[in-house]
């Protein structure tokens, strides 16, 4: 199973920035797809973002579309959340997440197998 440490979390300002990073140990990350979600208290967890290994398709939540873009490097093993014009809304702990063997970005959240601990990311107004 692949091991993944989010990073890159913190606090910004609405309309800041953030890059989060996701590294994986433990597998190569190539065949899998892989995904960012997130879980603001007392709520439950969304999908935000997946990236595919085939034709490396991407996915989003329509409340990120336009401001959030996920990529990744297989040679490093790892993700990336790039975060822009940032809301005080899009305050939640963030969580990689890792599906074995999907080629296609996908927001099932059942289809993700392994997960990280998360990181924060609050937005202030």
């Known amino acids: 199973q692949v091991q993944l440490v989010e990073s890159g979390g913190g606090l910004v300002q609405a309309g800041g920035s953030l890059r989060l990073s996701c590294a994986a140990s433990g597998r190569t990350i190539g065949y899998y797809a892989m995904g960012w979600f997130r879980q603001a208290p007392g709520k439950e967890r969304e999908f935000v973002a997946s990236i595919g290994w085939g034709d490396v398709s991407t996915l989003y939540a329509d409340s990120v579309k336009g401001r959030f873009a996920i990529s990744r490097d297989n040679a490093k093993n790892t993700v990336y959340l790039q975060m822009s014009s940032l809301k005080p809304e899009d305050t939640a702990k963030y969580y990689c997440?890792?599906?074995?063997?999907?080629?296609?970005?996908?927001?099932?959240?059942?289809?993700?197998?392994?997960w990280g601990q998360g990181t924060q990311v609050t937005v202030s107004s």
């Open positions: 997440a890792a599906s074995p063997g999907y080629r296609q970005a996908t927001m099932i959240m059942t289809l993700y197998t392994s």
